[in-house]
């Protein structure tokens, strides 16, 4: 069975940077996408970032490209998001994802994902 566990979120100000992490199990993680995702207080869930298997391929959406960096160490069996420069909008859970098949590129579409985990909650003030 397929567990990822999200560590890290937290309380920071505007600005700040924070990292978040994802741990999974169950499955070879090298083998596949990763990805995260965030939902804000009455907005529905939305993309953030994915990274493929080997780490050489990224993508990002546009209102984070350029703060927000994603790696992942599969020796660890890890994912990161590392969140720069953050801003009160960026207030959400934040989930770590991953699909149920093996690909080579990094994509946003959510209904391809088809593990979750619980998320981890980042605060921004201003």
């Known amino acids: 069975q397929v567990q990822l566990v999200e560590f890290g979120g937290g309380l920071v100000q505007a600005g700040d940077s924070l990292r978040v992490s994802c741990t999974a199990s169950?499955?070879?993680?090298?083998?596949?996408?990763m990805g995260w995702f965030r939902q804000a207080p009455g907005k529905e869930r939305e993309y953030v970032a994915a990274i493929n298997w080997s780490g050489s391929h990224t993508s990002y959406a546009d209102s984070v490209k350029g703060r927000f960096t994603i790696s992942r160490d599969n020796a660890k069996n890890t994912v990161y998001l590392q969140m720069n420069s953050l801003k009160p909008e960026d207030t959400a859970v934040y989930y770590c994802?991953?699909?149920?098949?093996?690909?080579?590129?990094?994509?946003?579409?959510?209904?391809?994902?088809?593990?979750w985990g619980q998320g981890t909650q980042v605060t921004v003030s201003s």
């Open positions: 169950g499955r070879t993680f090298s083998d596949y996408v």
């Open positions: 994802a991953s699909p149920a098949n093996r690909a080579n590129f990094a994509y946003s579409d959510m209904g391809k994902y088809a593990y």
